[in-house]
């Protein structure tokens, strides 16, 4: 098609306001020089020159095309500068697409396991495949200790997968700053301190768990200290590196809390009566999480703090080790918020098992310790021998 240059402003301008997918009617194209007003002119067979800003009627256009070239204006648009797209189909595409994958985020078991997640996983933004990893390795975390390249490796195949600068580490540095309820890593050495509360390479020995009134039949370490510990009616306190070392037998029911006063008080009133105890000593370390995934064949009963992040520390365990939530529900809060007072709640998200619960926590705003609530929970626990 031979069509002068000077209307090269003019097909341009018409091309991306076709391209924009809404309804055209009129096209403004300029600045224009007076060669390309005459272009036009001559073109829509106007009386005078345009002027610098021409206001082009599409219709008008359209005629003028068809009658110098027999085609429609679409078609020699499409010759001389190429496909005419569809913008607004394009974002509602997006749109459609973004939706999607905010929905299957939301409703991803990890996510829902630990609701502190939902904030990630309502502003993250990533592909689904980069997302996908990152839920893998947020469901195998805490780890119980791994070097963190090692942990990498078992998890994604790549040694160096979650090296710092990696899109995929911020991603999953993000979530755990949600879970954590901690402030964003500013430096290496807040980034190192995430992946240790998440049980990436602990020190073996620093690394310890409080356990009690377990009676196995082990010869290793570990089971030898539980053992020689409940016949005394004392706390065990085992480290990662005896944990590494040794298998502990699960028994029929395991209890699990989250403050070591409640152990000592536990142990006052059984002693060597004890029945089978773990204390996570809040956020679980990795001697913990690794005592409880040795554990996952018993009925792992877990109870904490009623305060946002005891319900967090709740939510991470049992999401982690398969443990049920012990009297922890919306009843059990508001009975034993009524007996007194207590801090303030904090930051509070919501949990998987109770979903009023949070709320409850939110509107009556006290905290319910665990070691108000020890002396009824003591009642309903059996005795050994």
Known sequence: MNFRPELTPLWHAVHTRLSSGLPVSRVRVGPLDADQQAAIADLLGLEKLPGPHADISLPRLQQAVQEATGQDLRTVLTDLRGPIGDRAAERRKAADERAELRAWLATHPVVEAQPALAEWAATIRADKQELARALEVLARLPAAGVPLPVFAENVLGETHALDDGRRLTGLVQKALTAIYDLPQPQNAQDRRAIWERAGIADDELSSTVLATGFRTNGQDVANRI????????????????????????????????????????????????????????????????????????????????????????????????????????????????????????????????????????????????????????????PTSR
């Not at 395991?254 to 809040?282: H, K, Q, Y």
């Open 226 to 381: 539980l053992r020689a510990c409940a016949d005394a009616g004392q706390a065990a306190v085992l480290t990662l590196q005896q944990l590494r070392k040794s298998e502990i037998e699960p028994p029929r029911d395991v209890w699990i809390f989250e403050n070591p006063s409640v152990l000592a008080l536990a142990l006052d009133r059984f002693g060597d009566r004890c029945p089978p105890m773990v204390c996570t000593s809040g956020w679980p370390s990795s001697a913990g999480i690794l005592l409880l995934r040795q554990l996952a064949k018993a009925n792992l009963h877990y109870h904490g703090d009623f305060d946002g992040e005891g319900l967090r520390i709740a939510a991470n365990v049992i999401a982690r080790t398969g443990a049920r939530p012990w009297r922890m529900t919306s009843d059990d809060y508001l009975a034993a918020a009524a007996s007194g007072d207590g801090p303030p709640v904090g930051r509070v998200t919501d949990v998987p098992w109770d979903a009023a619960l949070a709320g409850h926590l939110r509107s009556v705003g006290t905290t319910v310790s665990e070691e108000r609530v020890a002396p009824v929970l003591l009642t309903e626990l």
